[in-house]
């Protein structure tokens, strides 16, 4: 009898392979095995360990099992073929995303965990002739931890050294990792989070999504500690996930602060070590609880027993390129498959997550007050339209900084742009600095004298003249950062500006180093971008200033408004926290556009359902599934024809599917590419989810232009 089994490779195909299965194997579902690929051997998860043979086809044995068991479990497994077909994407690369890189490369699924040393003995037991004996007893005694045996050698010890003391009991192995047990209290909640507590859904109830919405400050993190204190199993797991983990370091420490090392991290700034040991962790069902970014989604949890999505409205949940998925949908859905609670947190809710909390799907809380004493701050427009500007800032603005800083508080200052100016233009010709490979402008960074582009990895040194007709008149025009950085300097020499964006906090550790800053209390002005709407709490800013709020008021893409009021109302969120009252100004030349009138009354929600409320009417998600088929090519018409042949065949099927396009994406040219799109809007979700995946197929099965690049992106978060 031949068993045949089928095998996904970590490969762009949406294709499997079949091989044997050698009489002595036993295969199982989410396991690892290696195979004969080409001239090569590649690793492969088996997909069916029970497929049905191909006819006509001579079938090449599996090689091998690497473990004799799977790496994806059950749940995690089912996780990942219903995302594959969610988006569309080859379920390869999806099985794959949940490994770590060691264990995508065929390595063993096992920890080497290196040994740490630390002192354990008194020094007089040495022999006087062991100099080196006791000065690496020294060297250790002068470390403030345990350390490891590389970092022994490193120090000019040797492995000798080291095992001459351990013989004697002078020195013992500890775990690297090994952390203080937690020993913290928590603080007791107020009535209103209590109230809030009280009505989320429990592990005990099985499946169901509550959408926390707390407003900024109201203590959503205190209720998340306090829910996992009363409700985790001490034998179960649990999954927080989080926008971005470097900016906000606080936050973990607080987690660490009451669970102690039951709380593990993953985040892209993990070397694959590190990775590893924690999939490990997970995948072996440790009770952890674990802080991760979008893809800790992925991870084969055995023992999940609730998932917290913080800040669930962060479009960085989404995945901009290869396997475009949604990490708090994903989580979702995990949810649902694993029959456990999922809270998803936010001050300002996406607006799919409202319209899911109206239709019944999702369970409303609301936590309409801040923590302690804080108050939220008053929000006021400032209409420059006819004000002379100082680098962007108006004269009532620079007032209130005074003022500000005159009390002994902190101020923010946001700009929506890094760099020192988003254009360079020449006051005599005209002339416009443009990236040479995207259709974008090049930003100005001053600081290291560069002309960047923000789309292409392009940039050029920085001119004093205009590079057409030599003209000095050559001059930034527009607010970024490094400027509003700049002139704050200029303006308030004796108060220290610190700037917060991509380039000042590219250094590990450095955003830890400006918190602590900011949190010593002194006076101080914080500029940076959106970085600092990230739930940051700084108890010592009572005063927020909004450089410039119209960016967003007019864009073509539907979401725009809904960003803008989202970015907005978390920026002035980081007002008043503590127990001064906080003010926000938001400098606009249109006080009148209602969206920004509604901002000032400060309430979310009523904002929001206006918002859906224009969805509904133009039919845009919510109130229709959207996907897109984007395409990008050495040429517009390659791209754009592309396109056409797949509205071509879209139009032949039956369908009630509406096309739109297709048509260059808003930046058409990027780093020499020529990108279009097509987008599909449906009214029912499967028909959509079958209409796209019998075009995938039709589309894999078609040469295409050389260097033509395709792909579809459900739910798209940018259009
Ligand atoms: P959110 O996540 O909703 O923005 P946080 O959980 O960060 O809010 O809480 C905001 C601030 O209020 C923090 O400094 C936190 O320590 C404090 N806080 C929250 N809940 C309480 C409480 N019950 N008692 C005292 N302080 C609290
Ligand atoms: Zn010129
Ligand atoms: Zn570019």
Redesign the pocket.
Known sequence: MTRTARIALNRPLRRLFDYLIPDDQELRNGQRVTVPFGRQSATGIVVDNNSEPPEGVTLKPVTGALEPWPVLPEETFQLLNWAASYYQHPLGECLFMALPPALRRGRPAEQKRESAWQVAGTPADLPANAHRQQALLDWLGSQPTARETSAIVKAGFTRAQLSALADKGLVVETRVDAEPVATAQL????AA?QHALDQLPLPADGFATALLY?I???????IYLHYLREFLDAARQALVLVPEINLTPQTVARFRRYFGDRVVVWHSSLNDGERLATWLRVRNGEPVILIGTRSAVLLPFTGLQTIIVDEEHDSSYKQGDGFRYSGRDIAVYRGHLNQCPVILGS?TPSLESIHNSRNGKYRLVCLEER??N?RLPEISLLDIRSRPLEGGLSRPALQALRQCLDRGQQALVYVNRRGYAPVMMCFDCGHIEECPRCDTRLTYHRRDRAMRCHHCDFQAAASDHCPKCQSAAFKPVGQGTERAEDVLGAEFPATPVVRVDRDSTQRKGSIQGILDRVNSGQPCILVGTQMLAK?H?F?NVTLVVVVNADGGLFSVDFRAPEQLVQTLLQVSGRAG?GNLPGRVLVQTCHSDHPLLQALCRGKYLPMAERLLAEREAGQFPPFRAMALLRAEADTMENSLGFLDGARRQLDGSDHDIELWGPLPAVIARRADRFRAQLVLLAHSRGRLNQVLSNLCQQLDNQRQPKGLRWQVDVDPQET
């Open positions: 603080p007791e909640l107020s989070q707390g900024t400050g109201s203590g959503k993190t205190e001050a923590a302690g804080a739930g709490d108890p926290r």
